[in-house]
T-cell receptor
């Protein structure tokens, strides 16, 4: 079955500390993985996608097929990073996404 | 183009009533998706359109739910005989067919069934 698991509902760190938001997936084919972010009172927006291997707002994520993981990392958290983060798995050619339950990142001053 | 628009932003309805939501996607996007999000959960796929054709429906979409995209532009999602379990945020997103699922989401319609 296709599934995305984000084991932490809440991750709380101090400003300047490293951040790692965990995401594990289950998918039999070649996965397309994404991170979406929702800041307070804003709409859900794409943060990054594994295929582009880009760094957005200092965040990176590496697809590890052996561990079926796509963890989101940032070396030094900022207060403005506080938001809800969703990992998502692309399913086939439909464009349909399967989302994890989300992790709230709280960056304390 | 101001992105994906959804209307209304909030809807409170009595159980048993019918409700309809509208989504206006980004004009050049030919794929349109509906998702539902309940408290503490990630968005769950409901259905999607490519142009005017509805290509997939989730099992979550009971017979009380229907979606249309009559001219391949805006879409409507109707829920008939609403139940309290239908209370959720209904999200619309659009994308191009090609590319890598770069969805643009709307702000959502929050439905409360009382």
């Amino acid at each position: 079955a296709q599934r995305v698991t984000q084991p932490e509902k809440l991750l709380s760190v101090f400003k300047g500390a490293p951040v790692e938001l965990k995401c594990n997936y289950s998918y039999s084919g070649s996965p397309e993985l994404f991170w979406y972010v929702q800041y307070s009172r804003q709409r859900l927006q794409l943060l990054l996608r594994h295929i582009s291997r880009e760094s957005i707002k200092g965040f990176t994520a590496d697809l590890n097929k052996g561990e079926t993981s796509f963890h989101l990392k940032k070396p030094f958290a900022q207060e403005e990073d506080s938001a809800m983060y969703y990992c998502a798995l692309g399913s086939g050619n439909t464009g349909k996404l399967i989302f994890g339950q989300g992790t709230t990142l709280q960056v304390k001053p | 183009d101001t992105g994906v628009s959804q209307d209304p932003r909030h809807k409170i309805t009595k159980r048993g009533q019918n409700v309809t939501f509208r989504c206006d996607p980004i004009s050049e996007h030919n794929r349109l998706y509906w998702y539902r999000q309940t408290l503490g959960q990630g968005p769950e796929f409901l259905t999607y359109f490519q142009n005017e054709a509805q290509l997939e429906k989730s099992r979550l979409l009971s017979d009380r739910f229907s979606a249309e995209r009559p001219k391949g532009s805006f879409s409507t999602l109707e829920i008939q005989r609403t139940e309290q379990g239908d209370s959720a945020m209904y999200l619309c997103a659009s994308s191009l067919v090609v590319g890598h699922y770069g969805y643009t989401f709307g702000s959502g319609t929050r439905l409360t069934v009382v």
